[in-house]
């Protein structure tokens, strides 16, 4: 088969298709392994047995399932959804918002990947722009979404060393620049896989920086405020007309809907809806429909502070106190969890690369990821990049409590023997 070079890039391997085949053959081959990879959102029985009531109403009623299910809406997305969820995120956030600044998509990922193109890439005076990433680790899925190469920039962060052996990232300001070449700023906050959740100040800073280059400053809110609300720290969430933020239903529980929402100023918008047509005509029905009576009423707001958000806070908790004894006598130390669904683990001058820890915990049936995979466009090599590894921790306590032994068994030994 002859390849374009889209197909080259696109249909061969990247890093976040290998890591996905590779997390499904393991699950394929050992189906009792203990799954702390992935990102999947944990099964919460309250969310689910609201989901199931509404999918039978909306089933009993014939005007409903069309909407839902036997029509095209707008590129931009359904109307009625969209002028509710203005209303909500206005009453909530405060944002001078109307249906004119939102958007959805068919999941926020393919939305990251509109967005960044529309703004990175090849400029029409045949010069190239990047998006910058203000720290690295940073979400593995930004990585291979760029149409041309050296799409992505990222810095290191700075690091505090933390009581409890907890660290944290900082945003190295004073090595992040921005030029004529630099599209757009992008964060996600809380960030996967860290958990970090940057500061207000941070994010301020961030704002003016964006602003003074006249570039957009991307918000990934896939774990954040006001909704899903997977947040274990305060953070206020911000949106101005400089901003794109991204809004996902997954991570309340409902990541087989493929819902993202994008918030940004009308040109933004209108830009991502053109787009969206090209790619997907319009985007899915199911999920704005499931969730419509939520926004409408901003119950969607208090079911995840009521059901979600607490969820994760006691198995981060439970996943904390775990981690810690499995760990304890070795050099580790945890990212301080602020938000999301992982642990992040740093095992300094660990003998054996954050990738043999993967496989060798693969070996004894307990699935994390390693780290070196969520430094996208980190250009100089850093040997941080391979100690770490995420963890997610939204399975069962007891697979959480039997992995984290197996972890801290096979860091010892590493650590020992190499
Ligand atoms: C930080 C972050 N952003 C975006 C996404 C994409 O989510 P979705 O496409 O399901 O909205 C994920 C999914 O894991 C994520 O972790």
Redesign the pocket.
């Known amino acids: 088969m002859k390849l374009s070079a889209f197909g080259e890039k696109f249909a061969g391997q990247t890093g976040a298709s290998s890591l996905m085949d590779d997390l499904g053959n393991a699950l394929n081959d050992n189906p009792d392994m203990l799954f702390m990879g992935g990102?999947n959102p944990s099964r919460i029985p309250a969310m689910e047995a609201l989901f199931a009531e509404r999918l039978a109403a909306m089933a009993q009623d014939p005007h409903q399932t069309f909407g839902a299910l036997g029509v095209y809406k707008s590129p931009q997305g359904d109307s009625r959804f969209l002028d509710a969820l203005a209303e909500m995120l206005s009453n909530t956030c405060g944002w001078p918002i109307s249906r004119h600044n939102l958007a959805i998509s068919n999941?926020?990922?393919s939305a990251?990947f509109v967005l960044f193109n529309l703004f990175a890439g090849r400029m029409p005076d045949g010069s190239q722009r990047h998006i910058q990433l203000p720290m690295a680790p940073e979400?593995l899925?930004y990585a291979d979404s760029g149409l041309s190469g050296d799409f992505f920039h990222s810095n290191r962060p700075t690091i505090e060393l933390l009581d409890g052996a907890l660290f944290k990232y900082h945003v190295d300001f004073e090595a992040l620049s921005l030029s004529e070449h630099t599209a757009a700023l992008c964060v996600?906050r809380p960030t996967?896989p860290t958990g970090n959740v940057i500061s207000d100040a941070e994010l301020a800073k961030l704002d003016a920086l964006a602003r003074a280059a006249n570039v957009p400053l991307i918000i990934?809110n896939?774990?954040g405020t006001p909704f899903p609300n997977i947040l274990f720290t305060e953070a206020t969430p911000l949106w101005n007309p400089n901003t794109i933020l991204l809004l996902?239903l997954?991570k309340l529980g409902l990541?087989g809907a493929?819902t993202?929402i994008v918030v940004a100023r009308e040109e933004v918008i209108k830009a991502f809806s053109n787009a969206n047509a090209v790619l997907n005509l319009a985007s899915g029905n199911i999920g704005p429909a499931l969730v419509q009576p939520w926004v409408e009423s901003g119950e969607l707001i208090s079911l995840c502070e009521r059901y979600v958000r607490p969820h994760y806070q006691q198995k981060v908790n439970e996943a904390l106190a775990v981690c810690r004894s499995a760990l304890a006598g070795t050099p580790a130390r945890i990212h301080k969890p602020e938000g999301a669904l992982f642990l992040w683990l740093w095992f300094p001058e660990l003998p054996i690369s954050s990738d043999e820890l993967y496989r060798r915990l693969k070996a004894r049936g307990v699935l994390v990821v390693s780290g070196h995979h969520f430094f996208p466009g980190l250009s100089a090599q850093w040997q941080h990049q391979h100690e770490c590894i995420r963890v997610n921790y939204g399975q069962d306590a007891d697979t959480v409590a039997r992995g984290f032994a197996i972890i801290g068994d096979e860091v010892k030994r590493a650590y020992s023997h190499g």
């Open positions: 990102g999941g926020s990922q990251f979400y899925g996600s996967n990934d896939a774990y996902s997954s990541p493929r993202g």
